[in-house]
């Protein structure tokens, strides 16, 4: 083999890969690893699916129905069409802005502990990743921001994965006006939250935010996301570094049907937050578990057992978390999405078994 490509290969065996539980799909497991919406009503989404592949002619390039769901988003947000970039799945976004702007030997800054696709996709565009750990009190590190130097990509998650924290709004728009290069803000969770910024986007030079529709939307399946950013830069994306036709005609299709009825998607987050609470709640009775408040659609809970150990007794039964280990000074960290109650009820009792809680 050519020694060009083993220094290929010896680069990519390098890095962290990004990947899921590792677990088989199965019928039987409450999926609680994923954050995937369980609170969306799956027979109503039968019904979407069902009406939209009855007018569906998959011959052709999907170009009928891009511009009405550009509106049913703008719309949905609050921003201007002119200024939103459709992305199969806000992960794509990820890759798009790494490859447009890391290329050339940036460094990409993270808040950390976050989303690991930062870190990879940037690692991927020859880009140098620095970390910036969050304040013990879950703050940004400001003073660490205000010390960086000009370009690159700042990526910022709020709420944040796996934390569940929502960074203040005022500490987000200080880095934004103190980082002299392009703020990333990955809003995926923020329909679970208090606030969100993405009508600030638009209006300001260096500042793009990431929303998906697989969570408070219910459609992962899709693959659909979409970023937000001043026209000039959301028109750069869309005429030359997006892939021609990046979403499907069924995604299309599914996702206006979706969007056209936000009360599906309304009654599903209120009842993640009603169950947030309380799962919060219920996690914290059980002995030595700490819980961080989230404003997502999970929560981190921290035991007194290895989170990994935890991972598999709970699997043992039935139940899947993702195991995230020991963070910000907190120990044996799982992170759990909040299902509906039933689901829930067995994750207690499963909890309470593992923990060895009477």
């Not at 899921?20 to 369980?38: F, Q, S, V």
């Not at 990509?153 to 944040?160: D, E, K, Q, T």
Request: aromatic residues 6%; glycine residues 8%.
């Amino acid at each position: 083999m050519p020694e060009w490509l083993d220094s290929k290969l010896a680069a990519l065996n390098r890095l962290e890969g990004y990947a899921g539980t590792g677990e088989k799909p199965d019928a039987g497991i409450i999926r609680l690893d994923h954050n995937e919406n369980w609170h969306v009503s799956a027979e109503e989404i039968r019904e979407v699916v069902a009406e939209a592949l009855s007018q569906l002619d998959i011959r052709r390039y999907p170009e009928e129905g891009f511009g009405e769901l550009l509106g049913l988003v703008g719309s949905r947000f609050g921003v201007p069409r002119e200024s939103l970039v459709l992305t199969s799945g806000a992960d794509q976004g990820i890759d798009l802005l790494c490859q447009a702007f890391l290329k050339g030997g940036e460094t990409a800054y993270i808040v950390t502990p976050t989303f690991s696709f930062y870190a990879l996709r940037a690692s991927l565009a020859g880009s140098r990743v620095k970390e910036l750990e969050m304040n013990g009190d879950l703050t940004l590190p400001l003073k660490k921001v205000d010390e960086l130097g000009e370009g690159g990509l700042l990526f910022i998650c709020s709420p944040n994965n796996p934390t569940g924290n929502q960074f203040a709004r005022s500490e987000i728009l200080h880095a934004v006006e103190s980082f002299k290069g392009l703020v990333v803000l990955d809003e995926a969770y923020a329909d679970f939250a208090p606030y969100d910024l993405i009508r600030e986007a638009p209006k300001r030079r260096n500042l793009v935010v990431l929303r998906t529709f697989s969570k408070a939307f219910g459609m992962a399946g899709l693959r659909l996301g979409c970023m937000v950013t001043n026209p000039a830069l959301a028109r750069q994306f869309n005429t030359k570094i997006q892939y021609p036709y990046p979403i499907s005609s069924f995604s299309l299709a599914v996702a206006s049907r979706i969007l056209g009825n936000p009360e599906l998607t309304r009654r599903g987050v209120e009842s993640t937050i009603a169950q947030r609470k309380r799962l919060t709640e219920e996690l914290r009775k059980l002995g030595e578990v700490r819980v961080l408040e989230s404003q997502a659609n999970f929560v981190l809970a921290s035991t007194p057992l290895k989170s990994e150990v935890l991972r598999k007794k709970l699997l043992e039964k039935q139940v899947a978390v993702k195991s995230i280990g020991d963070t910000l000074g907190l120990s044996g960290c799982v992170r759990i999405t909040v299902g509906t109650k039933p689901m829930n009820d067995k994750l207690l009792k499963a909890m309470e078994g593992a923990l060895g809680v009477a």
